[in-house]
């Protein structure tokens, strides 16, 4: 069974980075389908923030693309999220997810992630 | 971007009731739209996949349809465990854009 699991810390400090890992058990993240991190903001807001695939190739949101980096760790079936320059903003539940062809079967449980000095 | 316009925000509902819940794209996206249901402290789980496709487990009182650029989930007759926030996704093109939810309270 595919399980997704995220890890990281739950508060940041103002312009400082943001980083998270997700550890996949029960697929290879190197097989197939693309591997993305989506966040829920306080008031239910869903944002798509970008996705490494299978290849180690990338995609981002354009609304954060200057800000954040998706990268892998094959050897440890993860892959991470790294958001730069955080603010306020960014307070956010973060979830990693698979994307199987089209549609997110496979989510992880979510994080929250606090901004705060 | 691709914008999902979701509608109605929020809903209450009898157990009787057919509930429908629409998203409209700003433009084509080719049956790329997936549901999903949100509980409290929950991920968000996905109920319906390529617009119309019942995803494994769903119970079949959920169903999706599509009118142009306007798709639908139905729930007939839901039940009290239905309740939750419900979520429309494209996934025709990046950046990939959820609707802005739909708060379903049975009653």
């Known amino acids: 069974e595919v399980q997704l699991q995220e890890s990281g810390p739950g508060l940041v400090k103002p312009s400082q980075s943001l980083s998270l890992t997700c550890s996949v058990t029960?697929?290879?993240?190197?097989?197939?389908?693309?591997w993305n991190w989506i966040r829920k903001f306080p008031g239910n807001k869903l944002e798509w923030m970008g996705y490494?695939?299978?290849?180690?190739?990338?995609n981002y949101n354009p609304s954060l693309k200057s800000r954040i980096s998706i990268t892998r760790d094959t050897s440890k079936n993860q892959f991470f999220l790294q958001v730069n320059s955080v603010t306020t903003e960014d307070t956010a539940t973060y979830y990693c997810?698979?994307?199987?062809?089209?549609?997110?079967?496979?989510w992880g449980q979510g994080t929250l992630v606090t901004v705060s000095s | 971007d691709i914008q999902m316009t979701q509608s109605p925000a929020s809903l209450s509902a009898s157990l009787e009731e057919i509930v429908t819940i629409t998203c409209k794209a700003s433009?084509?996206?080719?049956?790329?739209l997936s549901w999903y249901q949100q509980k409290p402290g929950k991920s968000p789980q996905l109920l319906i996949y390529?617009?119309?496709s019942l995803a494994d487990g769903v119970p079949s009182r959920f169903s999706g349809s599509r009118s142009g650029t306007q798709y639908s989930l139905k729930i007939s007759r839901p039940q009290v465990d239905d309740s939750g926030i419900y979520y429309c996704?494209?996934?025709?093109?990046?950046?990939?854009?959820f609707g802005a939810g739909t708060k379903l309270e049975l009653k």
């Open positions: 390529d617009a119309t």
């Open positions: 996704l494209q996934s025709y093109s990046t950046p990939y854009t």
């Open positions: 433009q084509g996206i080719d049956d790329y």
């Open positions: 490494i695939n299978s290849a180690g190739s990338t």
């Open positions: 997810a698979r994307l199987s062809w089209d549609w997110f079967a496979y």
């Open positions: 029960g697929y290879s993240i190197t097989s197939s389908y693309r």
